[in-house]
T-cell receptor, first 113, second 112 residues
Framework: AQSVSQHNHHVILSEAASLELGCNYS??????LFWYVQYPGQHLQLLLK??????LVKGIKGFEAEFIKSKFSFNLRKPSVQWSDTAEYFC???????????FGTGTRLQVFP | SQTIHQWPATLVQPVGSPLSLECTVE??????LYWYRQAAGRGLQLLFY??????ISSEVPQNLSASRPQDRQFILSSKKLLLSDSGFYLC???????????FGQGTRLTVV
């Protein structure tokens, strides 16, 4: 069955610290991968996406993610976080075979100045 | 890009009453449509999805049902609401598997 795991439920960082949020998926077929962000009181916003090609994808606001097919992972990174990055982050996977789009449980990031 | 219309934005319903939430899509044809429930700590839980008219896949056995009577219309229903049906419901659409999802504004449902 298709599933997405985000093992970091709550991450607390100081400004300028580096960030890496884990995302693993289980599905044997071809998938596309996404990271979405939800700022407090706002709706989901696409950060970045991977469809094919270079496994290192860059998104908005300095975020990037690397697709490692052998590890079924799509971790999100940012070299230096800002207070404004405080939000909840969701990894999502869509299957080519079924068109089923599922999300992880989310990681709440708090950045302190 | 696609625009998702979802209504109502908020709804308060008594236990045992019926429910109908509607979602319509503009800007594309033959979209994939999804209903999610978002709860704190649980992310977006996929409830139903549809790849075409009349085609519904149910992900979570529960008190809810979904229908797709038209290409760009997706309806979430219940015959009798339970307290546990309270939550934030999101409709989403993708054109194909290689496009991002677009979301409606969501419906905050409170069952009293």
């Amino acid at each position: 069955a298709q599933s997405v795991s985000q093992h970091n439920h709550h991450v607390i960082l100081s400004e300028a610290a580096s960030l890496e949020l884990g995302c693993n998926y289980s599905y044997g077929g071809t998938v596309n991968l996404f990271w979405y962000v939800q700022y407090p009181g706002q709706h989901l916003q696409l950060l970045l996406k991977y469809f094919s090609g270079d496994p290192l994808v860059k998104g908005i606001k300095g975020f990037e993610a690397e697709f490692i097919k052998s590890k079924f992972s799509f971790n999100l990174r940012k070299p230096s976080v800002q207070w404004s990055d405080t939000a909840e982050y969701f990894c999502a996977v869509i299957s080519y075979n079924t068109d089923k789009l599922i999300f992880g449980t989310g990681t709440r990031l708090q950045v302190f100045p | 890009s696609q625009t998702i219309h979802q209504w109502p934005a908020t709804l308060v319903q008594p236990v045992g009453s019926p429910l109908s939430l509607e979602c319509t899509v503009e800007g594309t044809s033959n979209p994939n449509l999804y209903w999610y429930r978002q709860a704190a700590g649980r992310g977006l839980q996929l409830l139903f999805y549809s790849v075409g008219i009349g085609q519904i896949s149910s992900e979570v056995p529960q008190n809810l049902s979904a229908s797709r009577p038209q290409d760009r219309q997706f309806i979430l229903s219940s015959k009798k609401l339970l307290l546990s049906d309270s939550g934030f419901y999101l409709c989403a659409s993708t054109y194909r598997e290689d496009t991002e999802a677009f979301f409606g504004q969501g419906t905050r449902l409170t069952v009293v």
